[in-house]
């Protein structure tokens, strides 16, 4: 059997949160929120999740577009490779800058500039719904002839060499950042300070913003978070908040040019005489409870084990098993973090979990699929 990459991605990602979580402590820096490390994991396992189903969009479109290349390279050809691993993160760098200058897709990316500390764990902190348009910048691989695999190994080498860029223990790296996008840069990327705004979009190079306009040094030091704090401990809402402030402001417009325009327009736009109410989720920081936390961890440790599992083996899984798996943890994701805010009726609403996970086995034992 074909091993998944997650199932050795997984222990790695953890390992090195460790080790920045100890190397922090040590340094005497306040690197982690364990609550806030929570809900990015539960963001992160419902994008991995997610991606079972969307992430057909970036490779089943690309195969047709690719049959009609004028000339494909193969595999074993330097070119290809050199052209997939610049154009991807070309292409990143577009589908990046254009998703925070456009509400509805910035609705999707919020999702990772959410977290006020700056680690490791952000990196993990995806958005859900980026798929449904970030595959479209991808595409023009396909009619420069740049076969499938190298596409799909260019994007994961670009995601993977942005994990470490989310850290702030590793300082300014002035032999490379004429070139590399580096932790300094992107820090910068990631705060909400006014000097500081739409700046940094490179995946791996840097060259882009400053061929582009876009680019800007660390100098002052960066406040992490949306300049409209998201407050709440919960991964999974966490992408549908922004989604439903902008259904909210559009319905209350009194034009439809204005209703249709709200999810159009840059973020901070507002029409002439539009209140905005802030929302419930940029109140008062969420005080969890310390029960809550211990047993968010543990729940989040069955949830990461769970999903690589679901990942590893999912083309064995029938469609209703994967369906109904996805769906148990998408639901144990979002109790954590019910849990964690401390919301009336969590605990009511993870016994049910509980419930419908032992029915949901029972049922799997009884037709033999666990035998």
């Not at 490390?37 to 690309?62: E, H, W």
């Not at 910035?106 to 990772?112: K, R």
Request: proline share 6%; glycine share 6%.
């Amino acid at each position: 059997m074909k091993v998944h990459p997650i199932v050795f991605a997984v222990p790695v990602y953890a390992l090195l949160i460790a080790l920045e979580l100890w190397q922090g402590r040590r340094k005497g820096r306040d690197v982690y929120d364990i609550p806030e490390l929570m809900a990015n994991i539960g963001s992160g396992l419902g994008q991995l999740l997610t991606d079972v189903f969307l992430g057909l969009l970036y490779t089943v479109p690309y195969s047709y577009l690719l049959k009609a290349a004028p000339f494909a390279f193969t595999v074993r050809d330097p070119l290809a490779w050199v052209i997939g691993f610049i154009g991807v993160d070309f292409a990143f760098y577009w589908q990046h800058r254009i998703s925070h200058h456009v509400n509805v897709l910035w609705a999707a990316h919020v999702v990772h500039h959410q977290p006020e500390h700056y680690n490791l764990g952000v990196a993990l902190r995806q958005p859900w719904f980026s798929a449904l348009t970030n595959w479209v910048y991808y595409q023009p691989l396909a009619l420069a002839g740049v076969p499938v695999e190298v596409f799909v190994t260019c994007v994961a080498f670009n995601l993977a060499y942005q994990f470490y860029l989310h850290t702030c223990l590793i300082e300014r790296m002035r032999w490379v950042e004429a070139v590399l996008n580096t932790p300094s840069h992107h820090r910068v990327h990631h705060g909400r300070n006014a000097e500081y705004l739409d700046r940094n979009f490179g995946g791996v190079f840097i060259v882009w913003d400053r061929l582009f306009g876009t680019f800007q040094a660390e100098e002052a030091p960066v406040e992490y978070g949306t300049t409209t704090p998201y407050r709440s401990l919960n991964g999974v809402w966490a992408n549908f908040d922004y989604l439903w402030h902008l259904w909210s402001r559009s319905w209350q417009q009194k034009h439809l040019k204005s209703a249709l325009y709200v999810w159009l327009a840059p973020p901070g736009w507002k029409a002439e005489g539009e209140a905005i109410p802030p929302s419930p989720t940029s109140m008062q920081p969420r005080q969890p409870t310390q029960r809550a936390i211990i047993y968010g961890a543990l729940s989040s440790t069955v949830a990461i084990i769970a999903s690589a599992l679901l990942i590893a083996y999912q083309e064995s899984l029938r469609p209703l098993e994967r369906v109904v798996g996805i769906g148990l943890i998408m639901w144990a994701l979002a109790a954590i973090g019910a849990l964690l805010d401390g919301q009336r009726r969590a605990k009511q609403y993870e016994l049910a979990r509980i419930v419908v996970l032992v029915a949901f086995s029972v049922w799997l034992w009884k037709s033999g699929r666990l035998a």
